[in-house]
């Protein structure tokens, strides 16, 4: 089955306690991306990579960190958390090039964390 | 600052009626739009994407796309309860990133049986 998979689904943690969110698709896709999102501030893009080894920030790249060395695995590091990170989290990713196949984003099942 | 606009909602629609979500974006450059459906605690699903100006139909769904007005939209007939939940507008804008998408922050559409 095609999907991108998150882990921990849900993570309650302390401020400054270093934490890694994994994400993971099968679907060999090219492009990956973070967004979090928060009430009434919708979907924001943290970070995406287009390819292995190339990453670049999103529209809110502060206090995390992401890195991309194999294709199917992106992680999110949040070196030092803090309260005003806690949100709900998504992987997403899709295929290079348009078409109904690369416009086709694929989220993952999310990841509520709670920084305390 | 790319901006995509969505009214919040509440959209109340009766069972059986048609519902019709609207999305404005800002920048004139912006070349592909989607429409996704989140249910409550659930990662956001595409229902459809658009390119060109006027209608693309997909079963119950089309999308309405008008660049001269920056303006789509989403018609939903024959709304069912299981369509309640909360729409969001995409919009990939040209020489954004990986993705490029913005999110409009979603209209939460109820329909009453």
């Known amino acids: 089955e095609a999907q991108v998979t998150q882990n921990p689904r849900y993570l309650i943690t302390v401020t400054g306690k270093k934490l890694t969110v994994t994400c993971s698709q099968n679907m060999n896709h090219e492009y990956m991306s973070w967004y979090r999102q928060d009430p009434g501030l919708g979907l924001r893009q943290i970070y995406y990579s287009m390819n292995v080894e190339v990453t670049d920030k999103g529209d809110v790249p502060e206090g995390y960190k992401v890195s991309r060395k194999e294709k199917r695995n992106f992680p999110l590091i949040l070196e030092s958390p803090s309260p005003n990170q806690t949100s709900l989290y998504f992987c997403a990713s899709r295929n290079r090039g348009a078409g109904v196949g690369g416009e086709t984003q694929y989220f993952g099942p999310g990841t509520r964390l709670l920084v305390l | 600052q790319k901006e995509v606009e969505q009214n919040s909602g509440p959209l109340s629609v009766p069972e059986g009626a048609i519902a019709s979500l609207n999305c404005t974006y800002s920048?004139?450059?912006?070349?592909?739009f989607f429409w996704y459906r989140q249910y409550s605690g659930k990662s956001p699903e595409l229902i459809m994407f658009i390119y060109s100006n006027g209608d693309k139909e997909d079963g119950r769904f089309t999308a309405q796309l008008n660049k001269a007005s920056q303006y789509v939209s989403l018609l939903i007939r024959d709304s069912q309860p299981s369509d309640s939940a909360t729409y969001l507008c995409a919009v990939r804008y040209s020489g954004g990133g990986a993705d490029g998408l913005t999110f409009g922050k979603g209209t939460h559409l109820i329909i009453q049986p």
């Open positions: 920048d004139r450059g912006s070349q592909s």
